[in-house]
């Protein structure tokens, strides 16, 4: 899994990449094809934002987040990431399910 970490009007320091990178590793615990993951941060009136980009099954994700400090945000965006690929993977299990039930429900028929 390869992280793109950069700021905009933010300096994306090592510590803000460290916290970037060890919240999406738990992501990619549970989705290992994760390829490249890109995050923007942020901060425009004092409110620090995320914008995580990845794709995953041939589908584009995006999420964003915003916090009163920027370690609140990227938790933030990580859980929404997380909860946003689990569903993209039930429904993809769902449907795989689905199909080889009516196959089944096929031969059976025979």
């Known amino acids: 899994m390869r992280v ?9 320091t090592q510590a803000l990449r460290k916290a970037v990178d060890r919240k999406l590793k738990r992501i990619h ?3 290992p094809k994760l390829g ?5 941060l942020k901060v425009e009136n ?3 934002n995320i914008e995580i980009d990845t794709q ?6 995006s999420v964003k987040a915003k916090g ?7 938790a933030d965006a990580s859980n929404k990431l997380h909860e946003a690929l689990l569903r993209q993977k039930e429904h993809t299990l769902a449907r795989r399910q689905r ?3 009516y196959s089944w429900q096929d031969a059976e028929a025979s």
């Open 46 to 48: 004092k409110i620090h």
């Open 29 to 31: 615990k549970h989705f």
């Open 68 to 74: 009163k400090n920027m370690y609140a945000a990227i």
């Open 99 to 101: 199909s080889l039930d």
């Open 36 to 40: 490249r993951l890109n995050a923007k």
């Open 56 to 61: 995953y099954s041939g589908r584009h994700f």
């Open 4 to 12: 793109d970490v950069s700021g905009h009007h933010v300096q994306a």
